[in-house]
């Protein structure tokens, strides 16, 4: 199975700064690599897929990048509706597996 | 309006039998892949199955090979993980959600992000 590293774990950061979040594979996934978001209570919503193509109706301040093993997703400009949890799936190969998770919290 | 949706929260008593489910609408159901996903209370994500209702062709996870089964029924568009004998450890969220595209590399499958997903179903099992 392909394993899926997340970091960090958790961060705080204040509205407006820019927020990046890693997620490392154990090998190559290619840009097989998706980003989701979820807030308290709520399902998972598609953010990024394949690596860095922006999912319809999210906000152009989301953005993913990398290839291979190493990704980044990055939001420019933190708004207070962006506080949740963060989750790198890859979906190269089954068994797709999730990362474990990023908590954005509020500074 | 393309939606997923679950059947509603269940509450079972360990060695119990259960079959959820989730029903799409506003696509073309046969179409897509639907993946289980399985959250436990204040944990993260986990990827259980996947199914291509079409032909029912099934994948699983390794770690949910032989402990749920994953079907589908194209005719009533609706999909279904089910359990034959529930444990505690059972009791969590459990989300389908639609893959938005697929890529067949002779007998490799390579998958897009899941964007749509059901409301989830709660189940807890307790005796």
């Known amino acids: 199975d392909i394993q899926m590293t997340q970091s960090p774990f958790s961060l705080s950061a204040s509205v407006g700064d820019r927020v990046t979040i890693t997620c490392r594979a154990s090998q190559s996934v290619s840009s097989y690599l998706n980003w989701y978001q979820q807030k308290p209570g709520k399902a998972p919503e598609l953010l990024i897929y394949?690596?860095?193509s922006l999912q319809s109706g999210v906000p152009s301040r989301f953005s993913g990048s990398g290839s291979g093993t190493d990704f980044t997703l990055t939001i420019s400009s933190l708004q207070p509706e962006d506080f949740a949890t963060y989750y790198c799936q890859q979906s190269y190969s089954t068994p797709l597996t999730f990362g474990g998770g990023t908590k954005v919290e509020i500074k | 309006e393309v939606q997923l949706v679950q059947s509603g929260a269940e509450m079972k008593k360990p060695g119990e039998s259960l079959k959820i489910s989730c029903k799409g609408s506003g696509y073309s159901f046969s179409s897509y892949w639907i993946g289980w996903v399985r959250q436990m209370p204040g944990k993260g994500l986990e990827w259980m199955g996947i199914i291509y209702p079409s032909d029912s062709d099934t994948r699983y996870s390794p770690s949910f090979q032989g402990q749920v089964t994953i079907s589908a029924d194209k005719s009533i568009t609706t999909a279904y993980l089910q359990w034959s004998s529930l444990k505690a450890s059972d009791t969590a969220m459990y989300y389908c959600?639609?893959?938005?595209?697929?890529?067949?590399?002779?007998?490799?499958?390579?998958?897009?992000?899941?964007?749509?997903w059901g409301q989830g179903t709660t189940v807890t099992v307790s005796s």
């Open positions: 394949a690596a860095s």
């Open positions: 959600a639609r893959h938005r595209d697929w890529l067949r590399r002779g007998t490799y499958f390579h998958f897009y992000g899941m964007d749509v």
